[in-house]
């Protein structure tokens, strides 16, 4: 599996884009980000938001971001993205992307890790 640039920078377009909707409290917008099956999980952009908000502050709203160069995890096309919370803890988020049959990316789940965290 190789990731070519064009694809991790239309990655990075796509969490960026996302992020950017959460920092304007825009469900519909960040909703649009999440892969199929995430949007049949959550079932409404309004209970994906929630959930963002409750579980993942650091995403909700980030002090800062900075990312990492796109790696596999266990056959998942991942972003690491290193978050300041809102508090001011380093956190590690993990997107798993899946790319569509149109070629676009959406973000299929996010994990967050501490920093000292080994990505391998």
């Given amino acids: 599996m190789e990731i070519h640039d ?17 920092q304007q409290d825009d469900a519909q917008t960040a909703f649009t980000f999440a892969s199929p099956g ?8 309004e209970n994906f938001l929630r ?7 650091a995403v909700y709203r980030p002090r800062s971001v900075m990312f990492e160069k796109v790696t596999i995890i266990q056959d998942n096309i991942t ?21 569509q049959r149109d070629d676009t990316w959406k973000i299929n789940g996010c994990i967050l890790v501490s920093v000292e965290a080994e990505i391998t």
């Fill in 51 to 57: 959930m963002v908000m409750l579980n993942y502050p």
């Fill in 38 to 45: 995430i949007q049949e999980q959550f079932q409404s952009p």
């Fill in 79 to 99: 972003q690491p993205v290193l978050l300041l919370s809102p508090h001011g803890m380093p956190l590690r988020a993990l997107y798993f992307m899946e790319q």
């Fill in 6 to 22: 064009t694809d991790a920078i239309a990655i990075r377009s796509v969490i960026e884009s996302q992020l950017a909707a959460f």
